[in-house]
């Protein structure tokens, strides 16, 4: 339970990762799963009924584009609704023109209203304005009691009398302006039921203090009757945001989700500690990844995304293949290769690979990198796609236009040759058969980055080269030994 | 008198979904997923939401629908006795037995600690049990405060700490307390935590361990858990259970439209027994679990009162 749905979406990438398209079947296995995993996170059931509807309409056929295969984009897809749902942008507080600013709180009882009461007002007044508490709450016993020790510590005024609520409300608001408060934050009475008493008390509350801002509070850890709540508060109050509270345990928040979609208010706040400090604005895609448990599964598709398009690394595998791969192919592959990190971090995700990098100098590596872009980028369009064709002539000129020697060309145009042809007697040696078959089941592509097993070339004709952990690029490239090394 | 009947509550989509579930004429598929449904909204969660209904299932396939009644309405019984059954057959009384017994009451924040024991103190005394209530929520402000009115009220004495105070020794007060006045019980309050927070869970440890250090046995831990909860309630028992030897649930704020139905799993799961329900605010609002009871309360369709 809880374990999030990281570890399922493993599953289905693992099940599309060779498909080129999800089919109806793969998309329903996965809304089944996404269904089990919104409703133990407490998204209330209609949500989740009309959430799978929209991500099914999106997901059904799609195809391999651009650096995702279908089950990434299916995440993605997952992702995206979800922080929709959740109210895209971060609310923001508006201030009255003419002071005091008035905030009311409202929800049941245990929810958490006297202490959100004194953390706004805590972060209120960290942003420069004067808040005024005042305790509505006359109904538990001691709740003013725990206003006044909380706004102590905070060192806010605390406004209350043992009158009734509203003439509470009516008062405070009156000494507010007597104290020059520029914001009234107003706790109220919970009660165990949403009945009409309460209600009613509430309902006076707010009609005496005409709040600029009324925000519903609500207890994270609330299952599927959240919903019922918001609904029956909103009805009599029009609230403007929810403040989420208890935000700090495993719960995943689900309720939040599903206040937002049904009664249609942003999630203000939220708080996601015992001390007073720990509550701060809340950011909607936050708690998106959070409900599905799945800061692994965000990382993997930015990784992806950040990645060299893989598409254009195919095709220049597949020419590679034909053996009409260019130097301008390989210099775009060592860019792509370029900007996964250090060449060494690179090399140390490639099974084997880590141990005999600690062997190299990883630095001149980088160097001689940077030399060889140096060299290729001095080339004319006709040298790089023909390395044949440079001569003495040629070469003296790519070594000054790169600030190289002659023979470094004359060694990258040997290796790059050698390279060529070995790719070539590759893509239709004996080889390949195993290969491909181990690039089709095992071809850790989908996982982006974070490849670890596998043997040193996948071939696949259609998927063209890739080394695990490096994407796509020629086996020159390999590291020590190959085309690269430093010696 | 239900559970239910005592308070009015709201039409909600539980009910309505209910309503749908009782008005079938046939079982079909879509009658299996109403079911379903039903159970979900009333917070039992997936997996015993599919285990229960897959018993019914069972159930209806071997023996057919009980005569005389609609299709959904016979489902709905089979679906009761389903759950009788499972939830019947543990003890729940409240365990004494100790010189003083202690009871220790655990939970997260807000979830009606304090008041509950407000309420059981009150019932012990009538019950002609002298007591001792213990104070140890140091952490929230004004817990204690809250508690000194329920023990005022329950005229019973209450040993407190400062606020800040360490809670085992605020408890250990209380047991000693308790001891040299030749009382039977102590009633001890904690803070409500977190229940991911260790270094708050081993503090909870720590005040079951010093309880017993003097005269005191802790008969019972008590874990107290909101109606309103979600799937996390599972979670937190599991935690709990861990760190306290927890030993019955207290449902408590039940009178709400919230179901409760999270207990049904964390028995189902962990073995642990629902002992006492909370139904409303009054200090008599505690009441003894009953299995029927309550799941009459869970199927009670509709606007009561």
Known sequence: MFEGLSSRFEGILKRVRGKGRLSEQDVEEFLAELRVALLEADVHLSVVRSFRDRVRERAVGVEVSGALNPGQQVVKIVLDE?????????????????????????????????????????????????????????????????????????????????????????????????????????????????????????????????????????????????????????????????????????????????????????????????????????????????????????????????????????????????????????????????????????????????????????????????????????????????????????????????????????????????????????????????????????????????????????????????????????????????????? | MGLRSRLGRARDAWADRMAVVRAAEVVDDASWEDLSDALLLADVGVATADELVAEVRRRVGRDGLPDGERAGDGVLEVLKEVLVERLGGVDRSLALGGSPSVWLFVGVNGVGKTTTIGKLARREADAGRSLVLGAGDTFRAAAADQLAMWADRADVPIVRGAEGADPSSVVFDAVEHAAARGADLVLADTAGRVHTRSNLMDELAKVRRVAEKGAGTVTETLLVVDATTGQNGLVQARQFAEAAEVTGIVLTKLDGSARGGIVVAVQDDLGIPVKLVGVGEGVDDLVEFDPADFVDALFAADVAA
């Not at chain 1, 510590?153 to 507010?176: K, M, N, Q, W």
């Not at chain 1, 990382?299 to 598409?311: D, G, R, V």
């Open chain 1, 82 to 487: 979800l922080t929709g749902v959740l109210g895209g942008e971060t609310h923001r507080l508006t201030f009255a023109a003419r002071p005091p600013t008035v905030i009311l709180l409202a929800g049941l009882q245990g929810s958490g209203k006297t202490t959100t009461a004194a953390k706004l007002a805590r972060l209120l007044k960290a942003q420069g304005r004067n808040p005024l508490l005042v305790g509505a709450d006359l109904q538990r016993p001691a709740a003013v009691e725990q206003l006044r020790t909380l706004g102590g510590r905070i060192d806010v005024p605390v406004f209350s009398e043992a009158t009734d609520p509203v003439e509470v409300a009516r008062a405070g608001l009156a000494e507010a302006r007597r104290l020059g408060r520029d914001v009234v934050v107003c706790d109220t009475a919970g009660r165990l039921a949403i009945d009409d008493d309460l209600m009613a008390e509430v309902a006076e509350v707010s009609a005496v203090l005409e709040p600029d801002h009324t925000f519903l509070v609500v207890d994270a850890m609330t299952g599927q009757d959240a919903v019922n709540v918001a609904e029956a508060f909103h009805a009599r109050l029009e609230l403007d945001a929810v403040v989420l509270t208890k935000l700090d345990g495993d719960a995943r928040g689900g309720a939040a989700l599903s206040v937002r979609e049904v009664v249609g208010r942003p999630i203000a706040y939220a708080s996601t500690g015992e001390g007073l400090e720990d509550f701060d604005v809340f950011h909607p895609d936050r708690l998106a990844s959070r409900i599905l448990g799945m800061g692994d599964v965000e990382t993997l598709i930015e990784k992806a995304e950040e990645t060299f398009e893989q598409e254009k690394a195919e095709a220049a595998a597949a020419r590679l293949m034909e053996g009409t791969f260019t130097l301008d192919d390989f210099l775009e592959q060592l860019k792509a290769l370029r900007k996964m990190g250090p060449i060494s971090n690179i090399m140390g995700m490639v099974p084997g690979m880590a141990q005999q990098m600690k062997d190299v100098d990883t630095e001149v590596d980088e160097r001689r990198i940077d030399r060889i872009e140096g060299i290729i980028n001095s080339m004319t369009p006709a040298e790089r796609a023909d390395p044949d064709v440079i001569d003495g002539s040629r070469r003296s000129r790519i070594a000054a236009g790169s600030g190289t020697q002659p023979g470094e060309i004359n060694q990258l145009v040997r290796q790059f040759r050698e390279m060529r042809k070995m790719m070539k007697q590759m893509g239709r040696g004996p080889g390949r058969k195993a290969a491909k078959a181990r690039g089709g089941k095992k071809g850790r592509k989908g996982r982006g980055g974070r490849t670890t097993d596998g043997g040193p070339v996948l071939v696949d004709k259609k998927k063209g080269l890739s080394l695990p952990g490096l994407g796509d690029l020629p086996a020159g490239l390999g590291g020590p030994g190959g085309g690269l090394s430093a010696d």
